[in-house]
């Protein structure tokens, strides 16, 4: 699954402005998941190049001045975008609805992973952003008293 945070589109189409970030999941060794599937379903399953998508997408990024980022893909389906519960059972594969036996939030299985490939990108700006506004070699001094 594929996340974009980025500002409104373009008027010229699908151009993403400077600063874009995109977040993957790290779907490194998903043949392996998908070479469990039965033959006859398994060509829809591993149809496409899951790295070489990475690659092309990380090659434009990087000439249009965007970002793109992997975050982990285990539980990106079942953990709750609400309260944070994973549980194998929050997500129902073949109704496509997700329900957090926690907190009750009810969604679309792939919607829920969304948001939580969307969160994931928050934090990584938000962590991006303290890193940047540090400055090496910096020391507070209060004077005594205060």
């Not at 874009?20 to 006859?40: A, I, P, W």
């Not at 990380?58 to 709750?80: F, M, W």
């Not at 329900?99 to 490939?117: F, H, P, Q, V, W």
């Amino acid at each position: 699954m594929i996340l974009i945070i980025a500002s409104p589109r373009h008027s010229s189409g699908i151009r993403y402005p400077c600063n874009t970030l995109f977040v993957l999941e790290d779907l490194s060794g998903v043949r392996h998941v998908t070479e469990q599937v039965l033959r006859k379903y398994r060509y829809v399953s591993v149809s496409w190049a899951f790295y070489d998508l990475e690659q092309k997408l990380k090659y434009k990024a990087a000439l249009a001045g965007q970002e793109v980022i992997n975050v982990p893909a285990p539980y990106t389906s079942q953990r709750c975008p609400k309260c944070g519960h994973v549980r194998k059972s929050n997500r129902n594969k073949h109704t496509h609805v997700f329900c957090c036996k926690s907190c009750g939030y009810t969604s679309n299985d792939d919607r829920a992973a969304a948001i939580n490939l969307y969160n994931a990108g928050k934090k990584y700006l938000g962590e991006k952003l303290s890193r940047d506004n540090e400055v090496p070699g910096t020391v507070i001094c209060r004077q005594a008293g205060r």
